[in-house]
């Protein structure tokens, strides 16, 4: 029988799905398993379930063998997969499109909100049962409607921003590697624009592309700089796509407005100086984090494993 592991605890269903062809280990520790231990665990495996935090690359194929036919990543992105060397060998790569979509552009809303009309500050200060009272200039914030949304990647996950921004009044703009099809432009009408366009242009700039060589940092000093100093930057997509030192400066000295960030650079870690600031939103990685979604993308990664030892297609195959 066929052997899958599976990195961390899953939901009992995603278990359940591949309990049906194969014999299943669960990792059931607190904690990501250290490359020593990602790469004792998988060996002998025909699947493996990973997730974003475990590197998958030529050394981790090396200690799972020769056998291997899948390994699903829990997840959209799939930077920690060195997919060129996984599919290199004939191993299938498949991620969780989809399933995550509502639940993603919910949280990057949200967090835009709290950031705007200062909730999080706001809630501190009760908290600290620090003593308030109703007048017309306390804790002022910035609405939305009429500002401009700016989107980098118009994917499943930015179209999805765009119409809950849509329903606030923004008016949207768009970059990206290509332009979206004429009929999503329509529907939201949106602009296209080119990424230093867009810099310059948008009140919030809400970030939905992978991380890439290319992306790394695109949100940089300079970026920053060609920014309108009352600007939101929103990110939701990989921590690495913005430089988290020159957005906790720029956000210090007034150079840009306010931050909202459910994804982090180096993480768990946070850069101390976003942690000080009054005009960042930050939330621990929780894009996806609702009982239902989360459970989707398990349940996904396992019919994509179990697809593949029945020697069927994946569902949603990742190519190189």
């Known amino acids: 029988m066929s052997k899958v592991v599976v990195t961390r605890t899953v939901p009992e269903s995603a278990v359940a799905v591949l309990r049906e062809v194969a014999e299943v280990q669960v990792c059931d520790q607190d904690r990501p398993l250290t490359p020593d231990e990602l790469r004792a665990t998988v060996g002998g495996a025909d699947g493996v379930v990973a997730m974003l935090h475990d590197r998958i690359d030529a050394e981790f194929l090396d200690a799972a ?65 620090t003593p308030w009272n109703f007048h017309l200039g306390f804790m002022l914030g910035t609405g939305l409607q009429g500002k401009t949304l700016g989107i980098v990647g118009l994917g499943g996950i930015g179209q999805a921003v765009a119409r809950r ?58 970026a920053l700089d060609a920014m309108k100093s009352t ?37 768990p870690d946070v850069d101390p100086g976003l942690l000080e600031l009054d005009n960042v939103a930050i939330a621990p990685h929780l894009g996806s984090a609702t009982t239902e979604t989360r459970t989707a993308m398990a349940e996904l990664a396992a019919r994509n494993v179990a697809a593949v030892l029945t020697g069927q297609q994946a569902l949603t195959p990742v190519t190189a």
Do not use: W
């Not at 060129?84 to 990057?108: H, I, Q, S, Y």
């Not at 602009?191 to 939905?208: F, G, Q």
């Open 65 to 129: 063998g020769p056998q291997l036919k899948v390994v699903a990543n829990v997840a959209v992105g799939y930077d920690n997969v060195d997919v060129p060397a996984v599919t290199g060998r004939g191993v299938t790569v498949t991620n969780t499109p989809g399933v995550l979509t509502d639940a993603t552009a919910d949280l990057a809303f949200g967090l835009l909100l709290s950031v705007t009309r200062r909730l999080g500050e706001a809630e501190r200060l009760l908290r600290s049962r």
């Open 165 to 222: 921004a849509r329903a606030f009044g923004m008016h949207i703009a768009y970059t990206g590697r290509r332009r979206a099809p004429q009929e999503i432009e329509a529907e939201l009408d949106a602009r296209y624009l080119s990424h230093d366009e867009l810099l310059r242009t948008a009140d919030v700039l809400s970030l939905h592309c992978p991380l890439t060589e290319s992306t790394r940092h695109l949100i940089d000093d300079a």
């Open 231 to 267: 600007a939101i930057v929103v990110n939701t997509s990989r921590g690495p796509i913005v430089d988290e030192k020159a957005l906790a400066a720029a956000l210090k000295e007034g150079r840009i407005g306010g931050a909202a960030l459910d994804v982090f650079e180096n993480e």
